[in-house]
């Protein structure tokens, strides 16, 4: 038995993506838990940048099952783009290796209105949410008025259900929102038109046929999207996503028990960064800001916001290690700091003159936390062209010993670049 799972330890965009098509080059199956189309990751394979934001990465390889599960919020037209898209670089030729669980909420056109109009409603409070309307279908399947993937195969319950749902949606569009009402009979022909296209996709049972793969002696990744610290639970709430984020999600999206699981990945920038509002201690909103930015290329892959980024933070590193039970770290990104003369890391926070190096359990706390550095010498070396760990200058060494020694865990995965061969390994994972 093999199944592991990989999650982000930060606010997400930590490179989950480019982690799991590597890793699934080994996988026989690789599931899609959490998130919607709010989350975006950027793949590059021989110089050939690929975007998905529904389908796992694992679906550049030909031999690999990709799966949706019931935990996901499915834009149907949103999905079938990037199903066309991935045809049309003759990629997905196998429609089976593709599947989606029968109890996937779906996220309908009207939920991004939805989303959209609340977030420009809102003064200082916005919460930075991608207008994609993630929050509004999370909503809808809590309150039970939501839809999910097999009522597109069952057109009476669809008529019924969306009318049901519009109900309640277009009085708040035309009296308070200001916008155009929408039209049951319309939608319904869309859906049901892209129902014949996704029929091929579809799975009654994704928890059968997950725990059958993992008795089995398959290998089985599970991939999360968004960030620990974005988590609905434990996250800086209310800046937080409409999911819960964390390894344990993926066992009740699933269907599957804890015992199933052997080892967690928790995937983090040498530095960190964060889109839209909320606290941010580490923050640099200086020329170093810029720099990271500038050489990571911090746009959002789904928004195109520019990313706030900073100095990795280790209490928060530390905070996510603890909430997913990671068992192992995998860092990406860290050929962005070449070029920086000293680099600084957060060990601490100081709140009302007291340092702790623990996470604040309120909101309030951590807005007025000052960060606690410690200097770390940098490095002018390229290590994008760098493919053998002993090859890494010594003040990189230095800068990962460091890391792995606060948060007393191992730091397995190295990523120099954006390719998948820019991978440096210091523990296989994944082989068995």
Same mark, same amino acid.
């Given at each position: 038995?093999?199944?592991?799972?990989?999650?982000?330890?930060?606010?997400?965009?930590?490179?989950?993506?480019?982690?799991?098509?590597?890793?699934?080059?080994?996988?026989?199956?690789?599931?899609?838990?959490?998130?919607g189309a709010n989350a975006g990751h950027t793949l590059v394979v021989n110089g050939v940048k690929t975007i998905l934001?529904?389908?796992?990465?694992?679906?550049?390889?030909?031999?690999?099952?990709?799966?949706?599960?019931?935990?996901?919020?499915?834009?149907?037209?949103?999905?079938?783009?990037?199903?066309?898209?991935?045809?049309?670089?003759?990629?997905?030729?196998?429609?089976?290796?593709?599947?989606?669980?029968?109890?996937?909420?779906?996220?309908?056109?009207?939920?991004?209105?939805?989303?959209?109009?609340?977030?420009?409603?809102?003064?200082?409070?916005?919460?930075?949410?991608?207008?994609?309307?993630?929050?509004?279908?999370?909503?809808?399947?809590?309150?039970?008025?939501?839809?999910?993937?097999?009522?597109?195969?069952?057109?009476? #319950?669809?008529?019924?259900? &969306?009318?049901?749902?519009?109900?309640? *949606?277009? /009085? +708040? %569009? $035309?009296?308070?929102? @200001?916008?155009?009402?929408?039209?049951?009979?319309?939608?319904?022909?869309?859906?049901?038109?892209?129902?014949?296209?996704?029929?091929?996709?579809?799975?009654?049972? #994704?928890?059968?046929?997950? &725990?059958?793969?993992?008795?089995?002696? *398959?290998? /089985? +990744? %599970? $991939?999360?999207?968004? @960030?620990?610290?974005?988590?609905?639970?434990?996250?800086?709430?209310?800046?937080?996503?409409?999911?819960?984020?964390?390894?344990?999600?993926?066992?009740?999206?699933?269907?599957?028990?804890?015992?199933?699981?052997?080892?967690?990945?928790?995937?983090?920038?040498?530095?960190?960064?964060?889109? @839209?509002?909320?606290?941010?201690?580490?923050?640099?909103?200086?020329?170093?800001?810029?720099?990271?930015?500038?050489?990571?290329?911090?746009?959002?892959?789904?928004?195109?916001?520019?990313?706030?980024?900073?100095?990795?933070?280790?209490?928060?590193?530390?905070?996510?290690?603890?909430?997913? @039970?990671?068992?192992?770290?995998?860092?990406?990104?860290?050929?962005?700091?070449?070029?920086?003369?000293?680099?600084?890391?957060?060990?601490?926070?100081?709140?009302?003159?007291?340092?702790?190096?623990?996470?604040?359990?309120?909101?309030?706390?951590?807005?007025?936390?000052?960060?606690?550095?410690?200097?770390?010498?940098?490095?002018?070396?390229?290590?994008?062209?760098?493919?053998?760990?002993?090859?890494?200058?010594?003040?990189?060494?230095?800068?990962?010993?460091?890391?792995?020694?606060?948060?007393?865990?191992?730091?397995?995965?190295?990523?120099?670049?954006?390719?998948?061969?820019?991978?440096?390994?210091?523990?296989?994972?994944?082989?068995?």
């Amino acid at each position: 038995m093999s199944a592991s799972i990989v999650v982000g330890a930060q606010w997400g965009d930590e490179g989950k993506g480019k982690l799991v098509d590597v890793l699934a080059s080994k996988a026989d199956l690789v599931v899609r838990f959490q998130g919607g189309a709010n989350a975006g990751h950027t793949l590059v394979v021989n110089g050939v940048k690929t975007i998905l934001h529904l389908i796992p990465s694992g679906i550049l390889h030909p031999n690999t099952l990709c799966m949706i599960t019931s935990g996901v919020v499915l834009d149907v037209f949103g999905v079938l783009d990037e199903i066309e898209k991935l045809k049309a670089q003759g990629l997905m030729k196998k429609a089976e290796n593709f599947l989606i669980s029968d109890n996937c909420s779906l996220l309908m056109p009207y939920h991004k209105i939805l989303d959209v109009a609340r977030e420009s409603h809102l003064n200082k409070e916005k919460i930075g949410t991608t207008g994609k309307g993630i929050g509004p279908a999370y909503e809808d399947r809590t309150s039970r008025r939501g839809l999910i993937f097999s009522d597109l195969f069952q057109p009476a #319950t669809l008529k019924e259900k &969306l009318e049901r749902a519009l109900q309640e *949606k277009n /009085v +708040l %569009f $035309e009296k308070i929102y @200001g916008q155009k009402a929408f039209e049951t009979t319309e939608l319904v022909e869309k859906l049901l038109q892209a129902a014949e296209k996704l029929a091929p996709h579809r799975c009654q049972d #994704t928890s059968h046929l997950i &725990l059958k793969a993992i008795k089995g002696g *398959k290998k /089985v +990744l %599970f $991939e999360g999207a968004q @960030g620990t610290l974005l988590d609905i639970h434990h996250g800086t709430y209310p800046y937080v996503t409409s999911s819960p984020t964390i390894s344990s999600s993926a066992l009740t999206s699933t269907g599957i028990g804890p015992q199933n699981i052997k080892q967690v990945i928790g995937v983090f920038k040498a530095y960190a960064t964060r889109v @839209g509002s909320g606290p941010f201690p580490t923050e640099l909103l200086d020329t170093t800001g810029e720099f990271l930015r500038s050489v990571g290329k911090e746009f959002g892959s789904t928004t195109g916001r520019p990313r706030r980024c900073g100095w990795l933070d280790l209490v928060a590193l530390k905070y996510a290690i603890r909430l997913n @039970g990671i068992t192992s770290l995998a860092m990406m990104k860290l050929d962005v700091l070449s070029g920086l003369d000293r680099l600084q890391i957060c060990t601490g926070y100081k709140i009302n003159g007291t340092v702790v190096t623990e996470w604040p359990s309120t909101l309030n706390e951590l807005e007025g936390a000052e960060p606690v550095l410690t200097e770390l010498p940098g490095w002018k070396e390229d290590l994008t062209k760098i493919n053998q760990l002993n090859e890494l200058p010594r003040p990189v060494n230095q800068y990962l010993d460091f890391i792995s020694d606060f948060v007393k865990t191992p730091i397995d995965v190295i990523s120099v670049g954006p390719g998948r061969e820019q991978t440096l390994w210091v523990k296989p994972l994944f082989n068995t």
